[in-house]
Every structure is written in C-alpha cells, then in structure tokens.
C-alpha cells in the first residue's frame, strides 16, 4: 500500500483512509486499485468486523485526480472502456463487500468521491460537509457511481442534482438519505465509532446474509420467486450454526459466542 492509503486497527474495526489531503483526497487508477485490493482483504478476514472509509483534511474526495484526468484525455475509447471499468469494480467490491461499512465523511465530496460514500453501508457526515455531483459542468456524466447513488438519494432528486451540478449541503445530504448521520466536527468520530459498535456485536455471518438480502431483494416485484427466496433465506440462517447460536444464547440470556474473546 503507498501513502495515498493508509490502514489502521482498533479491535475489530479496521479504518482505511484516503490520505491525499493536499488535492483534496482526489483518486486515480492507482487508488482506484489499491482501494479494490484492501476493500477484497478485508471482506475475508476473520478478524474484522467493520471497516471504516475516512479522509483526512479539508475534503473527503474530490472525485477524479486532474492529472488522471489529463491523461484521460488522450485514451482512445478501448482505454477509457478499461479505465471506467476498474472504477467501476472498485464502487463493486466496496457495495459487495461482506463486511458492514461505514464512510467518515469530514468534508466535502465532489463526483466520483459521492459513489464512495454512496457504496458503503453507512455514512455520517459533519455539518460542514458540502456535496456536488459536478459532473456535467465539464461534459461527463456520474455514469459508474449512478446504481449506487441513485439507490442512496433516489431517481427523484438524482434527476435534480446530476442534471443541475448544484452544491447541497450535509442536510439536504441528510433528508435525501445519501448520508444517515450529520454531527458537528468534535462528534464524528464518537458518532462513526457508536454505529461501529452496534455492527460489531452482531452476528457476522448474519450480517453478511443481510446485504445479501439487501441487493436480492431491492427493485424487485414481491412476486412468488422473491417469497420463495425470502423463505429459503430465513430457513438456511435458522439452520445455520451462528443462527442457532444465536438463538440459543437469546433464549438462555447469555452473550452469543462470535462475542466470546
């Protein structure tokens, strides 16, 4: 991992950072590949729980590095076909990722860095925060970072901020859903760390089942089929051995055993 990433452990929760403050945590291909390649480590191991998305400095994300972008400009459309497609893998594998995810989000975010805080599981945000889907100001469209942003903010209100490039704030960022926390600076870190907690204490095997269900289920017509996959997907976890142990350890009013040291 180079200085454009860093990754810290506290007990379960493991807290990848963007740590290019002085362009304003803006990502290029090499990010792009070093953020799909920590996000695939820690979905698989053992040992995690949580994984926390922060920045550090003025800005979350800015979206695109400018001197990517400058080199983008020259790429014949097989290599803008490759170059979106990582991007598009990374977005992928963090909304995929087995493990529950939260986005710090410090500052403003800009473009792509949106699909960031759109692709994890949860994000809180301080009040200072400003958003922007800036994207048609300068001729692009958010293509990549769309099925995750829009399933955060709605069609409706996508329509306005991807077609206006307007600037809205950490509430407006709040009542559209695309955050679910605004706190003042001094209690980001209590409030990221509280929502760690509560993920950390439950069943990880029951977890990873429920995002699972989350993209199985979203869109979908309640129709015969998502019934019957509904079902099946209560009988497995029922069957499971996290399943019965947690029920065991309920019905017997004692910790369950994935919170055992």
């Not at 509430?171 to 509280?194: I, M, Q, Y």
Request: overall charge negative; proline content about 3%.
């Amino acid at each position: 991992m180079t200085s454009a990433l860093t990754l810290t452990h506290s007990g379960t929760v493991a807290t990848v950072t963007l740590n290019r403050p002085d362009i304003r945590n803006a990502f290029n291909d090499e990010v792009i590949a070093e953020l799909t390649q920590v996000f695939t480590t820690l979905g698989q191991r053992e040992d995690v729980r949580c994984i926390v998305l922060a920045a550090v400095g003025t800005a979350f994300c800015a979206g695109a590095d400018l001197n990517w972008m400058r080199r983008m400009a020259d790429y014949s459309r097989a290599q803008n076909l490759a170059d979106a497609g990582a991007l598009a893998e990374m977005l992928r594998v963090i909304a995929e990722c087995p493990k529950p995810t939260i986005a710090r989000v410090q500052g403003d975010v800009y473009a792509g860095g949106l699909g960031l805080v759109a692709a994890c599981d949860m994000a809180v945000a301080v009040d200072s925060a400003g958003f922007c889907l800036s994207e048609v100001r300068i001729g692009l469209i958010p293509a990549t970072i769309s099925p995750y942003v829009v399933r955060a903010m709605g069609a409706r209100a996508a329509q306005r901020y991807f077609l206006t490039a307007e600037r809205f704030d950490a509430a407006v960022a709040l009542r559209l859903g695309l955050v679910h926390e605004v706190v003042a600076a001094d209690a980001l870190d209590a409030k990221v760390a509280e929502l760690a907690k509560a993920v950390c204490n439950a069943s990880p095997a029951a977890e990873a089942a429920c995002k699972q269900l989350l993209r199985d289920v979203t869109g979908r017509e309640i129709d015969a089929a998502l019934i019957a996959q509904t079902v099946e997907g209560i009988a497995d976890i029922r069957a499971s051995a996290e399943g019965r142990e947690g029920v065991q350890a309920f019905l017997q009013k004692r910790k369950p055993d994935w919170l055992n040291p």
